[in-house]
């Protein structure tokens, strides 16, 4: 079992900054893949980055070169800078984490960004 809470959201205006963190607990060990997803109103829940066991990333077209996902293995977090908010990144953020064998999906509560002036 693994356990996401998810942690940074809140209110910022469009430009601003806001970093999100998800604090993974329980069997870390077997996490493969950690991935920040959101859902907007009426939408869709989509990816939008995900970090590997590597390092390697990658990222949603939309948030390419304004969000950077990152880690802190001491820590066993996992951040998401996001700058140059606008407001179609108004949305609940979740945390994904990913085991294999068998394959498995972890999910925070979510945490709530909205960009607004």
């Known amino acids: 079992q693994v356990q996401l809470v998810e942690s940074g959201g809140g209110n910022v205006q469009p430009g601003g900054s806001l970093r999100l963190s998800c604090a993974a607990s329980?069997?870390?060990?077997?996490?493969?893949?950690v991935g920040w997803y959101r859902q907007a109103p009426g939408k869709q829940r989509e990816l939008v980055a995900t970090?590997?066991?590597?390092?390697?990333?990658n990222y949603a077209d939309s948030v390419k070169g304004r969000f950077t996902i990152s880690r802190d293995n001491a820590e066993n977090t996992v951040y998401l800078q996001m700058n140059s908010l606008k407001p179609e990144d108004t949305a609940v953020y979740y945390c994904?984490?990913?085991?294999?064998?068998?394959?498995?999906?972890?999910w925070g509560q979510g945490t709530q960004v909205t960009v607004s002036s």
């Open positions: 994904n984490a990913r085991t294999f064998g068998p394959l498995t999906d972890y």
């Open positions: 329980g069997n870390i060990f077997s996490i493969n893949v």
């Open positions: 970090i590997v066991r590597s390092g390697s990333t």
